[in-house]
């Protein structure tokens, strides 16, 4: 049962545009939200999280939305730059739990120059 | 700071064989993960140490998989024996504590083919 859903495998985007990464979570228990990057042949590397208490984190170029009523948290990228090309996964996590992540299948983000 | 080292890189075996991974997470981390990333889907979590001492491993099938972290620190995998679908990317993850956050950090991964 996939708790953490990422339904589009691939995104293209200009240099200099939005990047908008999309994820939608099943299980209302989840209270911490991440981010995290993946270049090939590399481990992932976190980018940004948001806590359950707040509807918005950013930092510098990344901001993260998080719509709880929804189950919905998106990623922002501006400006996208070629090195931002990476795979994006999304996670939760649920702190009754302690810290299993669940992730998304991730999305490949490819930013054209 | 050095971060988490996993080896061998790349393994190929033929099903029914065994195979072993290694994991050194990074010094003075408490919690270690292993987990399991299938081409297409995001990596999940098969087992989960604190100190030497298992956390989780509700998802881990025991029947051929097993894992241990003596002395708290070093952790091996392994598949005994392996099956086609064990092919995978095999991640190792630690962290300072085992609290949720955002301090997993994530080796380059173990990536097996079973033929």
């Known amino acids: 049962d996939q708790q953490v859903k990422q339904n589009s495998p691939s995104l293209s985007v200009q240099e200099g545009r939005i990047s908008i990464l999309n994820c939608d979570y099943t299980?209302?228990?989840?209270?911490?939200f991440l981010w995290y990057k993946k270049y090939p042949a590399e481990g992932p590397t976190f980018l940004i999280s948001i806590s359950s208490i707040k509807d918005k984190n950013e930092d510098g170029r990344f901001t993260v939305f998080l719509n709880k009523s929804a189950k919905h948290l998106s990623l922002h990228i501006v400006p996208s730059q070629p090195g931002d090309s990476a795979v994006y996964f999304c996670a939760a996590s649920r702190s009754d739990t302690g810290n299993q992540f669940y992730f998304g299948t991730g999305t490949s983000l490819t930013v054209i120059p | 700071e050095a971060g988490v080292a996993q080896s061998p890189r790349y393994k190929i075996i033929e099903k029914r064989q065994s195979v072993a991974f290694w994991c050194n997470p990074i010094s003075g981390h408490a919690t270690l993960y292993w987990y399991q990333q299938i081409l297409g889907q995001g990596p999940k979590l098969l087992i989960q140490f604190q100190n030497n001492g298992v956390v989780d491993d509700s998802q881990l099938p025991k029947d051929r998989f097993s894992a241990e972290r003596l002395k708290g620190v070093d952790s091996t995998l392994k598949i005994q024996p392996a099956k086609l679908e064990d092919s995978a990317v095999y991640l190792c993850a630690s962290s300072l504590r085992g609290v949720h956050s955002n301090e997993q950090f994530f080796g380059p991964g173990t990536r097996l083919t079973v033929l």
């Open positions: 299980n209302s228990m989840f209270d911490y």
